[in-house]
T-cell receptor, first 114, second 111 residues
Framework: EAGVAQSPRYKIIEKRQSVAFWCNPI?????LYWYQQILGQGPKLLIQ????????DSQLPKDRFSAERLKGVDSTLKIQPAKLEDSAVYLC????????????FGEGSRLTVL | KQEVTQIPAALSVPEGENLVLNCSFT??????LQWFRQDPGKGLTSLLL?????REQTSGRLNASLDKSSGRSTLYIAASQPGDSATYLC??????????FGKGTMLLVSP
């Protein structure tokens, strides 16, 4: 079974530039999550999708962050304009709650904002 | 708001030792608690998931326990090996909400 795929693995940008991250969840997983993990911290939920609908985006900085999950499969997380404090690893995870609440994570996309 | 705390922040042990990692949470109305492993530069790998109705789960040399009344979970690693070196994170889910993570315990097992 293929795992959660994320790209790019690494991205370096200047502040005020924009960046986009892509995630393809495990096939059949209805729930998709984007987490932000700052160095030395635990992951923090940015947004949770159930199919193509948003379940929770209460911690998403909506003035600069946006996410979509068209067709209820893969998802894109965008940051525009980026700030220095956005430097972090962006983790995508998926789950199929009907069978198990267990989350499966991708390898993450590491963003450095200069 | 659920808060999750992990102690210690870092731990160094010689190979072969048994060890315990601690996780505490503030809201006892949890739905489940998960333990994850994170290797440097990698994503998270799920190790064990304990449902609210369960007291413990075991997988190989790993055993996780859950005590909702005291707001604690422990991850026991038996006969530690250098390959166990990683950061271990616990995450609690309360009803109607999503995972809240601790900051993790960085484990180093030396040969």
């Amino acid at each position: 079974e293929a795992g959660v795929a994320q790209s790019p693995r690494y991205k370096i940008i200047e502040k005020r530039q924009s960046v986009a991250f892509w995630c393809n969840p495990i096939s059949g997983h209805a729930t998709l999550y984007w987490y932000q993990q700052i160095l030395g911290q635990g992951p923090k939920l940015l947004i949770q999708f159930q199919n193509n609908g948003v379940v929770d985006d209460s911690q998403l900085p909506k003035d600069r962050f946006s996410a979509e999950r068209l067709k209820g499969v893969d998802s894109t997380l965008k940051i525009q304009p980026a700030k220095l404090e956005d430097s972090a690893v962006y983790l995508c995870a998926s789950s199929f709650p009907k069978t198990s609440p267990e989350l499966f994570f991708g390898e993450g996309s590491r963003l450095t904002v200069l | 708001k659920q808060e999750v705390t992990q102690i210690p922040a870092a731990l160094s042990v010689p190979e072969g030792e048994n060890l315990v990692l601690n996780c505490s949470f503030t809201d006892s109305a949890i739905y489940n608690l998960q333990w994850f492993r994170q290797d440097p530069g990698k994503g998270l790998t799920s190790l064990l998931l304990i449902q609210s109705s369960q007291r413990e789960q075991t997988s190989g040399r790993l055993n996780a326990s859950l005590d909702k009344s005291s707001g604690r979970s422990t991850l026991y690693i038996a006969a530690s090996q250098p390959g166990d070196s990683a950061t271990y994170l616990c995450a609690a889910t309360i009803w109607g909400s999503t995972l809240t993570f601790g900051k993790g315990t960085m484990l180093l097992v030396s040969p």
